[in-house]
């Protein structure tokens, strides 16, 4: 694994690379955020969320709608080898960067309610 620009690539190519991966980060933690939100009070899939909430257990609930941080990590999983490639550096990258955006921003979310109250 190269580091380029700060960025870790797992093959030593030039910034493009390292900057698809980012891309690739930012757009699974998008996806992974906005399908998690979809299940929030008064948003589309709410009475579904609830619905499953009552039925599964939370270790299953938490990585498939209710925490965008251990969802991004499997939508990363899914989406990278349906969608981007096939070497498991990149995909472990790209999973995890995900889940720790996510984790930047519900922690950012958080700060702020509480700076609010």
Request: net charge negative; hydrophobic share 50%; with cysteine.
């Amino acid at each position: 694994m190269v580091l380029v620009g700060g960025v870790p690539c797992s093959r030593s190519l030039n910034n493009n690379t390292c900057n698809i991966v980012l891309e690739y980060i930012f757009i699974v933690a998008l996806i992974s955020y906005g399908w998690c939100s979809c299940f929030w009070p008064e948003m589309i899939f709410e009475k579904i969320g609830d619905w499953l909430e009552a039925r599964l257990p939370e270790i299953i609930t938490k990585p498939l709608f209710s925490c965008p941080i251990c969802n991004a990590f499997w939508t990363g999983t899914i989406m990278y080898w349906t969608l981007f490639g096939n070497d498991p550096v990149d995909w472990l990258i790209i999973s995890i960067g995900a889940a720790g955006v996510n984790a930047i921003v519900v922690n950012l979310i958080n700060k702020l309610e509480d700076i609010s109250e």
